[in-house]
Nanobody
Framework: QLQLVESWGGLVQPGGSLRLSCAASGFTLDYYAIGWFRQAPGKEREGVSCISSSARRTNYADSVKGRFTISRDNAKNTVYLQMNSLKPEDTAIYYC??????????????????WGQGAQVTVSS
């Protein structure tokens, strides 16, 4: 069974950092593009960042450019989202998603086939 599990969300003060992990089980991520998305209460799910299967291509939402970094370790079957300089408006449930693709990645939720259950990130003093 294909499964994605997000980990290491939590509560952090403004200006702090967190690193989310997205671990895959039941399949290898080697040929999958991965996206990170978030959804705040009362808002639509939005794309945060994505990375191609080779890690050669990455993309970020304007709201997180320069603060967030996406990376992957295919040997560990895991993708990461390093989040620095966190702001209260970054508070949301964060989801990772996967789609079989050897070339591109996208920030559109509808493009992805598999989703994790989400991890809560709260930025508050």
């Amino acid at each position: 069974q294909l499964q994605l599990v997000e980990s290491w969300g939590g509560l952090v003060q403004p200006g702090g950092s967190l690193r989310l992990s997205c671990a895959a089980s039941g399949f290898t991520l080697d040929y999958y593009a991965i996206g990170w998305f978030r959804q705040a209460p009362g808002k639509e799910r939005e794309g945060v960042s994505c990375i191609s299967s080779s890690a050669r291509r990455t993309n970020y939402a304007d709201s997180v450019k320069g603060r967030f970094t996406i990376s992957r370790d295919n040997a560990k079957n895991t993708v990461y989202l390093q989040m620095n300089s966190l702001k209260p408006e970054d508070t949301a449930i964060y989801y990772c998603a996967a789609r079989f693709s050897r070339t591109v990645a996208a920030l559109a939720p509808a493009w992805y086939d598999y989703w994790g259950q989400g991890a809560q990130v709260t930025v508050s003093s």
